[in-house]
């Protein structure tokens, strides 16, 4: 059999739009932002998310971008590539940039298409408590809540914050127990959880002020 490597399957997902696979019923966690570039700490919460919520897999969700801005990332094609070698083919995390083929600007309309085209996967959101400190800025964020349920993963330093952040007081009664975590992909939204774990202080920010990206 003749195994292709992860670099040629990025570069045909392009050109025939391909789109990640997922049965019926599967539970998959969304991690979306632009991994620009993609670090050993993505890989480090994607694995907490997919043992303490008994996920079936993970979903890199990279986005675009705007090559119109003067801080936009670099090009989809090379960050696809990047957060494959991170992965390195692993079992359960898929990378994907179809938020290019489904022309969505904002997360929550990505969501909503997401479960159009998925209507019988169980999505969760998974983000870190750096992104619930600041989620009440996010466009249409309340319409987000209702729209999937949420994972919040430790980030280093910002525990406290999130759990005072606007997002949080506003659906606290919606708040699952961390200890009963596994049951949020059975949840109907609005619900939402904050898993405490080791973190890492891996950032893209800093690997690309090093200068080793880009």
């Not at 480090?44 to 993970?58: E, F, G, N």
């Not at 890199?60 to 990047?82: F, I, V």
């Not at 997002?167 to 606290?172: D, G, I, K, V």
């Amino acid at each position: 059999m003749i195994r292709l490597s992860r670099a040629i399957i990025v570069r045909e997902s392009f050109l025939f739009q391909a789109r990640p696979l997922a049965a019926a019923g599967l539970r998959i966690g969304i991690l979306g932002g632009s991994f620009d570039p993609a670090h050993d700490g993505h890989l480090h919460i994607s694995r907490i998310a997919l043992k303490r919520l008994q996920l079936d897999r993970v979903w890199w969700l990279l986005s675009p971008g705007n090559p119109l801005k003067p801080d936009a990332p670099a090009s989809l094609e090379r960050r696809l590539e990047a957060a494959n070698a991170v992965l390195d083919d692993h079992p359960s995390i898929d990378a994907t940039g179809i938020e290019r083929e489904l022309e969505t600007v904002f997360t929550v309309d990505t969501l909503h298409a997401l479960r159009r085209l998925y209507p019988a996967v169980r999505f969760v959101w998974l983000m870190g408590a750096d992104n619930l400190s600041q989620f009440n800025r996010w466009h249409r964020w309340v319409e987000i809540m209702h729209t999937l349920p949420v994972c919040v993963l430790a980030r280093p330093g910002e525990q406290v914050r999130a759990g005072l952040s606007t997002a949080a007081r506003r659906f606290a009664a919606m708040r699952l127990p961390e200890y009963e975590a596994a049951a949020l992909p059975f949840c109907s939204p609005p619900c939402w959880t904050m898993l405490t774990h080791p973190t890492s202080r891996l950032s893209s920010t800093a690997l690309r002020a090093s200068g080793a990206w880009k």
